[in-house]
């Protein structure tokens, strides 16, 4: 925001930030969100065959922010983000549906702040946060359908509605009969160009014109009420997606995001810009909003809130970078963290060596995810179209997103690329340390680490004792380095008495083929690190003892027993060794562990 507006806007803050402000002296919030769609699938962002003239015209009516980006690529991870304004990945509630607790005496969601500042609040009706401790709809006035007059007597309020038809959901199942046309559509470079892609993709700009029917009629439900005047609208999804290779991924395709803000005239004095239909350069995460919605209705914004204010009075300096992470999707495991600019991408793989697309059951109810493996599969695909099936082998990857939106091209070896890579890289570990990443460890490691100290992860990573951050990071930074001559430090690492530190050695071992360390490491007290060692050993030709350890794992009924069968999936043909323990292993029903199970008997019976 320039000085001018920001003088001018001196006297309004006073009076947002007054408790005793009258109701009309505070903006009404129509939260309009949606889910599982990226910018591409937006006309108003540049996607000509797209169908959405109602979002188009709320971007005409007000700014369309062309840099907003999620935090995670995925609904729950990605809620409970904004539910507590903090980073996921700092609370240890990044990995799908753990609903991992936090220390709700000291984080309160931001519909607690907005309510005791005399706000209605009201969530119409997802809520999907992802954290235990707390009921999900009870910090809401009203966590149902939304109640129009009960908005129109209750002013100010902020109401959530969330529209649903664009859920991946509505995008899985018969492709056929579409009523967008399927030659009209612009294919992703590694999708192949089949029938079944193309029919996918109509499905789903068909899903999003439905989705933008209902933003439509919240938009009409708001003026035939006489609230439009004091009602400020925002509408964005809530990550990206949604075909395969987008949502979940922390590629460009996963977390670019349309957001756009309308603000009625009488609020002129908040608009980022002079003219709406303005097109706005700020790069915004998703972590930000709750901060900025707290100051925009001069609710309490409090100190624990990551992000910072990007509209408004209140607004803060822009961020350099954008922190985006990913964990365990579902019932597969990955690790992987990004930072981007306005122009380029950089991302991490802390499991370089699994492939990027697995085998997840949500995702491959897509006629488009099965066209595409069995493409892969007969050996038609190109190299690139394969690529993704196997595993990643690059540790780090850079994308320049303006001319390779597709995410394709990796620079990471480019020297021309050399100083903007560094950059990002030293970025990267910033966030990381700024956030408390409590992913450092394994998901299983993680939460028992927590357990075991009677803490929240969220208290146990912010333990120096417990949970050395800096240490951790530099571990995974020598292992994934594939380097022979840090054997003898990931050797000395080894004897840590800390099991992330000893789990980080043996991945570098691991990727080393060192088989002496995993002789070592077949009776360690972490039962991640011995899941390495035996995936070593079978590596390395010892394939009976590192089946014996992972069958015993097993049979013992594992904390790790995911780890165990996932492996079993990554060692392709030799993971059939492994499947009299996978049937004899009796898993809790519903859970990821039976997913994973039933995955592995249908996959070699």
């Known amino acids: 925001m320039n000085r001018r507006i920001f003088i001018g806007t001196t006297a309004t803050t006073a009076a947002l930030t007054s408790l005793g402000a009258s109701s009309s002296d505070r903006p009404n919030i129509l939260w309009l969100t949606c889910e599982d769609n990226n910018i591409d699938w937006v006309g108003c962002y540049g996607n000509p065959h797209a169908d959405t003239p109602n979002i188009d015209q709320l971007a005409k009516d007000g700014f369309q922010y062309m840099h907003a980006y999620a935090n995670a690529p995925v609904c729950a991870p990605s809620r409970s983000t904004w539910i507590t304004g903090m980073l996921s990945i700092s609370n240890g509630t990044f990995p799908m549906r753990s609903r991992n607790e936090i220390p709700h005496d000291r984080i309160q969601y931001y519909p607690d702040h907005l309510k005791a500042n005399g706000y209605y609040v009201g969530n119409s009706t997802k809520t999907d946060y992802n954290i235990g401790g707390r009921p999900d709809k009870e910090c809401w006035d009203n966590p149902g359908k939304v109640k129009w007059d009960d908005l129109k007597n209750n002013q100010p309020f902020f109401q959530i509605i969330n529209a649903t038809s664009s859920h991946e959901s509505k995008a899985q199942g018969d492709v056929e009969n579409t009523t967008h046309d399927p030659a009209d559509t612009k294919l992703r470079a590694y999708h192949p160009d089949l029938p079944d892609v193309r029919k996918n993709y109509a499905k789903y700009h068909d899903a999003m014109k439905r989705m933008d029917g209902e933003i439509g009629a919240s938009l009409r439900k708001l003026e035939e009420l006489g609230l439009a005047e004091n009602t400020i609208v925002i509408h ?41 239909g303005t097109k706005i350069d700020r790069l915004v995460s998703f972590v930000d909003m709750p901060k900025t919605w707290l100051s925009l209705t001069g609710s309490n914004v409090p100190d624990y809130m990551h992000g910072t204010i990007f509209l408004g009075p209140q607004t803060e300096n822009e961020q350099e970078f954008h922190f985006s992470f990913r964990g365990r999707m579902d019932e597969r495991l990955e690790n992987a963290r990004a930072v981007c600019n306005k122009r380029f991408l950089y991302i991490r793989n802390y499991m370089p060596y699994v492939p990027w697309v697995q085998h997840l059951d949500y995702l491959w109810k897509m006629k488009a995810t099965q066209a595409w493996e069995e493409h892969v599969t007969s050996g038609k695909a190109s190299e690139l179209q394969a690529r993704f099936f196997k595993p990643k082998e690059w540790t780090e990857e850079l994308y320049d997103m303006e001319k390779d939106p597709d995410n394709v091209d990796n620079l990471i070896e480019n020297p021309e690329y050399r100083q903007i890579t560094s950059k990002l890289r030293k970025g990267l570990r910033e966030k990381q340390i700024q956030f408390t990443d409590s992913g450092l460890l ?19 990573v912010r ?57 070592q490491c077949l009776e360690d007290d972490s039962h991640e690190v011995r899941i390495m060692a035996a995936w070593t050993l079978i590596n390395t030709g010892k394939k009976k003892p590192g089946f014996q350890c992972l069958a015993t794992l097993l049979n013992e009924k594992s904390y790790a027993s995911l780890m165990v069968m996932n492996t079993a999936d990554w060692l392709e043909a030799d993971g059939k060794e492994l499947m009299p323990a996978v049937r004899a292993f009796v898993p809790k029903k519903k859970s990821y562990e039976e997913r994973m199970r039933n995955n592995l008997i249908a996959k070699w019976g």
Not at 486 to 510: E, F, H
Request: proline residues 9%.
């Open 463 to 519: 333990n120096p004792k417990l949970y050395n951050l800096p240490a951790l990071i530099d571990a995974a930074d020598l292992a994934l380095e594939k380097n022979k001559a840090n054997l003898p430090a990931l050797s000395n690492m080894l004897k840590s008495p800390d099991a992330g530190i000893r789990y980080w050695a043996m991945v570098g071992c691991y990727l080393l083929n060192d088989q002496k360390s995993a002789f």
């Open 442 to 460: 394994p998901e299983s490691e993680m939460v028992k680490r927590a357990a075991d100290n009677n803490m929240t992860i969220h208290e146990m």
């Open 236 to 276: 964005n999804s809530d990550h990206g997606g949604v075909l395969p290779r987008s949502k979940r991924y922390i590629f460009q395709t996963g977390i670019h995001c349309p957001l756009i803000v309308r603000m009625p005239e009488r609020f002129k004095n908040l608009w980022p810009a002079q003219q709406p």
